[in-house]
């Protein structure tokens, strides 16, 4: 009879091997002569060797499990989409409601407030405050048969002049940096130059 071997203990075995590799480099790890990037290049073909059967490894144990796990989100996620997406529908015209029914409100606060004062045509700031008392304010509730929708203030943000914004909060795009470079595009402000990366031979 085959004993099957786990995923488990092939990377129990291949671990034992990589610690020695490991364990030789750290943060510190400095190359300063010749047999020292000899050694370091011995470690580097090692190490890539173990990368590789680390890989294959994982793969092998996560594949049928990844297949079963892509399966069942094929089947959900449509049907979930549908549901996020009229969330948000009914979210985002919930909260312009809200924030149009406020607006208007306060504009009409701002207006009795306006006439406070002395004399024909101003309010007295005990009628005024009779008025205010009186305007609707929307509700920070909304029941219904199922449940309540409450509204809560969130703090919020959009950026209207990106000019205007400090260098300090913008990122460059990096990604994008780099295909206009594939590309043959340099950008200004950007330094180029060549980086010499080691690969197995």
Do not use: H, W
């Not at 219904?144 to 943000?157: L, W």
């Not at 340099?186 to 990366?197: A, C, L, P, S």
């Amino acid at each position: 009879m085959t004993k099957t071997i786990t995923p488990e203990k092939e990377l129990q075995v291949i671990e034992k091997e990589v610690v020695p590799f490991v364990g030789k480099i750290n943060e510190k790890f400095v190359i300063a002569n010749p047999k020292q990037m000899k050694e370091a290049s011995e470690i580097r073909v090692q190490l890539k060797a173990y990368e590789k059967q680390i890989k294959e490894k994982r793969e092998s144990a996560s594949k049928p499990a990844y297949a079963a796990y892509k399966a069942i989100m094929n089947m959900f996620n449509p049907l979930e989409s549908k549901v996020k997406e009229t969330l948000a529908i009914i979210s985002n015209e919930m909260s312009r409601y809200q924030e149009e029914q406020d607006a208007i409100a306060e504009a009409a606060k701002q207006k009795i407030e306006n006439r406070i004062g002395e004399g024909k045509g101003y309010l007295k700031p005990e009628t005024a405050i009779e008025k205010m008392d009186a305007i609707t304010e929307p509700a920070s509730v909304i029941s219904s048969e199922s449940g309540n929708t409450m509204f809560i203030n969130k703090p919020d943000c959009e950026v209207e002049d990106i000019s205007k914004v400090p260098l300090e909060y913008l990122v460059p795009d990096m990604v994008k940096i780099r295909e206009a470079m594939k590309g043959g595009t340099k950008i200004e402000g950007v330094r180029y130059f060549i980086r010499k990366v080691p690969r197995n031979g």
